[in-house]
């Protein structure tokens, strides 16, 4: 059965840090890009990361470049978000994200999904 777990998601104040995992299986997490996405009340969901299967390339959005880093275990099956610095904007569903063949930050191109977890970031 292929499945993505997130897990690490909750209640934090501004400035404060949080880090998210993914735990990956049934697909071929080593041969995967892995991505985190985010979707905040009322907005389409967002790119907000990416890293290549070998974790040598990783890509942001603008919004989060310097405060969160992507990470992935490939030994683990597992990939990470830190997010530092976290702000109010940064209160959504974050969702982890794989895809084959594909290195790019259109959901479109990402097969397979987890359901979700969620981040709440108070002012």
């Known amino acids: 059965q292929v499945q993505l777990v997130e897990s690490g998601g909750g209640l934090v104040q501004a400035g404060d840090s949080l880090r998210l995992s993914c735990a990956a299986s049934?697909?071929?997490?080593?041969?995967?890009?892995m991505a985190w996405f985010r979707q905040a009340p009322g907005k389409d969901r967002e790119f907000v990361a990416r890293i290549s299967w070998s974790g040598g390339l990783t890509n942001y959005a603008d919004s989060v470049k310097g405060r969160f880093t992507i990470s992935r275990d490939n030994a683990a099956n597992t990939v990470y978000l830190q997010m530092n610095s976290l702000n109010p904007d940064g209160t959504a569903v974050y969702y982890c994200?794989?895809?084959?063949?594909?290195w790019g930050s259109g959901y479109s191109g990402y097969s397979t999904w987890g359901q979700g977890t969620q981040v709440t970031v108070s002012s």
């Open positions: 994200a794989a895809a084959q063949q594909y």
């Open positions: 049934g697909l071929p997490f080593s041969r995967s890009t």
